[in-house]
């Protein structure tokens, strides 16, 4: 079951190698610096070469950093919270009980081997029932409010161009690979993730009973319909432009284009009460009108099978988990172990009941020192940036006046949310981890759901504390630091200013200048996508934004693979900023 809430613009510092492991009483690891190496030749090779030379990627990882060292001290902390709480008796009802007893009903493998696929059989017997697209529709609509998505993915937040109030979204989604061009890719490793996907959907219909010759029939069927999705999908680099992407439409208009859909009944069954919605990709939706008169109702079924099997297999017994790691860990991501399963654990609880877990989290792990620390830092970086504008030769007045407004707009969060998600209306049984997780779907849908029309509320968070990664939101105007990263070697409120500085004065200066990256520098300080730029100066800083798309074209990854300098701008243009900016603020 997915989470809904996506905001865009997260941070992706990926890849980077800082220190590892602190030694005592010393902040900085001399032993990753390559002496062999000159600086001037090489500076990345001098810096880390050492590192990258003696550091290898485990089995169930598939990269390796500082932002894994920080992770596994963050997990390991979440592991001695729910070691504590295991041995300790929990009030029926409090935030601790609901916790434990989450995890403890992911731990009980025997009770849900036991099951094997028994949880979704109710769900299969609906869609046996299917007769007509309504019920295809209908099915669909009402696995949304569980977090179920199929066909398409909502999220509910600020509309864009009126950021004070909520609205819902509707995005293109329905493909089981990760986005549409792996459907038309014909190169021997995309052909052997397809296989390797395909081999997955066969055994998602073997496991919940079909015999092997109708799964492989199936999974034809199957495969060729979501390559018809697939071809009207945008592409990745579509879907990063905020323009194209925002579509918004009276249902009463959508209702009449697109009859098959039937958009007020889904949203009546969605528990959706607007008379307007923003449609992110309206091509993929005319697609799906079309789809329900041209294809027959029994392949919509197979569709809906292999949809609600591959979202819910990670709840289901071993070799439902098994199926699903082949495909997903070992093709995809190529990791060749799958983590142990406390770990996979102690995600699903930060997933499903994450600020639950979270205040157990910062109450052990985050101190007043640290946020304070982080105020000063950002404060400074404040001051560098505006300096930075202010010295820019090719920015008119006007237009450096509104980014400074912008820059100090900046809604600013550190550490943990002003106040915690409710958890009262669910209840988690110690022994049932299906019911459990279906529990905090339907919580967060029906929260999610019940901001649609209302005004926006700023104080919500879109990481979990203990996550390992900070954000920019451009419809807040916020920048985002959960108290997670806020670790060695990012941060230590006790290191000197070069350590802080270079960690996670970089990740500031890093989301702050998502603030105003090719995406970013669309919206205004208040969150609106408006355009505050005179058109000489918008059409200067394009130009200064292909030169980084060629840049960045012309890094190769691996063998005669290169950076696809489009998709990646806006991280890179973060990354340029950001060390720029962290370097003037220590100055
Ligand atoms: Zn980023």
Redesign the pocket.
Known sequence: MKRIFIPIG????LGSSFGQVKPKNQFLTLSNIDKSVKPGDNFYMYVNGSWINNTEIPASESRIGAFLDVYNKSKNNLKAIFDGLGKSKNVMGSVEQKVADFFASGMDTTAIDKLGYEPIKPYLKQIDAIRDIKGVMQFIATAQTEQNGMLFNIQIGADEKNSAVNIPSFYQGGLGLPERDYYFKTDAASLDIIKAYQTFVKKMFTLSGTDEATANRNVELVYNFEKLLAEKHLTNVELRDPQTNYNKMSVAALDKAMPNFGWKNVLTTMKMKCDSINVGQPKHFENINALLASTPVDTWKLYLKAALLSNVANALSADFVNARFDYTGKALSGTKEMKPRWERMIQATDGNLSEALGQLYVKKYFTADAKKRMQELIANLQKAFENRINRLDWMSDATKEKAKEKLHTFLKKIGFPDKWKDYTNVKIDKHNYFNNLLACSKNEYAFQVSKVGKPVDKTEWGMTPSTVNAYYNPTFNEIVFPAGILQFPFFDPKADDAINYGGIGMVIG?EMT?GFDDQGAQYDKEGNMQNWWTSEDESKFKTKGESVISLYNGLTVLDTLHVKGALTVG?NI?DIGGIAIAYEAFL
């Open positions: 997260f941070a992706c510092l890093h998502h991280e973060a």
